[in-house]
């Protein structure tokens, strides 16, 4: 499984956008790139997904460059309630769903 | 949201005893996940189930057992707890294992256990 790395935390103010890059240097040719939002107490969030160029949905934008070693999880105007853990996820269809969580990206948006 | 509960929500245990964590879902998806979460380590996959009695280990499955006989029930034991065991623990579920169509989990409110 492709391992990946992010920033362990980052500091933003509401009305931002917050961009967190995630790196995953061994991605392989089948991986698909996730990303998930934990609230504390709570389990983590299906955010978005992707493979490639760019996805947009309702929630945020994910910019994948075309060698795939890095992606970007864009979360345009930020408001206090995306105070959250933000994961960073790589695998592939052969390893099932044994995706691996690493320790995300603390995100803190201040008033 | 999915229809996912766990109970216990909070259990407190002494070291060497059984333990067992139910799941719950009403979504009739076919994977169902324990995972863990400790300070530092993000989420861990215990075990997870590919169907009715279809189990396999994760990466952190030594000391724990799971059982599935429903679609809707996924339990995971612990068969003498001990302190490194514990953590808040989190089922999931998912509706298919290909990412390409509905693969993304949902996760329940998770269970805090605490060896003493």
Sequence with gaps: ?111 | DAGITQSPRHKVTETGTPVTLRCHQTENHRYMYWYRQDPGHGLRLIHYSYGVKDTDKGEVSDGYSVSRSKTEDFLLTLESATSSQTSVYFCAISESRDFRQGYEQFFGPGTRLTVL
């Design chain 1, 1 to 111: 499984l492709a391992k990946t790395t992010q920033p362990i935390s980052m500091d933003s103010y509401e009305g931002q956008e917050v961009n967190i890059t995630c790196s995953h240097n061994n991605i392989a040719t089948n991986d698909y790139i996730t990303w998930y939002q934990q609230f504390p107490s709570q389990g983590p969030r299906f955010i978005i997904q992707g493979y490639k160029t760019k996805v947009t949905n309702e929630v945020a934008s994910l910019f994948i460059p075309a060698d795939r070693k890095s992606s970007t999880l864009s979360l345009p105007r930020v408001s206090l309630s995306d105070t959250a853990v933000y994961y960073c996820l790589v695998g592939d269809m052969a390893a099932g769903n044994k995706l691996t969580f690493g320790g995300g990206t603390r995100v803190l948006v201040k008033p």
